[in-house]
């Protein structure tokens, strides 16, 4: 059974950072891609980032480009976004997934296991 657990959540002040990490467990992790989403309230989930399997490919919503950066460790099952110079409006309950496949995807129809989230909050 594939479980993920999201950690690294929190409140920061705008401008500030925050790394995410998502340990996996229960499937050949390094064989599928890996991607991030965020749901803010009364928002539907979005896109924010994804990585290959291999980790040499990556992709970012055009909100987040240039701030926010995604990597994996096949070694340890885990997937992490660092997020820098975040904005109030990057606030919203981060989720990952793991990729039906090993080329990621910016569709939620793409993943087939998604963690529980973790609260980001960015006061200005």
């Known amino acids: 059974q594939v479980q993920l657990v999201e950690s690294g959540g929190g409140l920061v002040q705008a401008g500030g950072s925050l790394r995410l990490s998502c340990a996996a467990s229960g499937r050949t992790f390094s064989s599928y891609a890996m991607g991030w989403f965020r749901q803010a309230p009364g928002k539907e989930r979005e896109f924010v980032a994804y990585?290959?399997?291999?980790?040499?490919?990556?992709d970012y919503a055009d909100s987040v480009k240039g701030r926010f950066t995604i990597s994996r460790d096949n070694a340890k099952n885990t997937v992490y976004l660092q997020m820098n110079s975040l904005k109030p409006e990057d606030t919203a309950v981060y989720y990952c997934?793991?990729?039906?496949?090993?080329?990621?995807?910016?569709?939620?129809?793409?993943?087939?296991?998604w963690g529980q989230g973790t609260q980001v909050t960015v006061s200005s």
């Open positions: 997934a793991v990729g039906k496949g090993p080329f990621g995807s910016t569709f939620l129809d793409s993943y087939d296991y």
């Open positions: 990585i290959y399997w291999s980790g040499g490919s990556t």
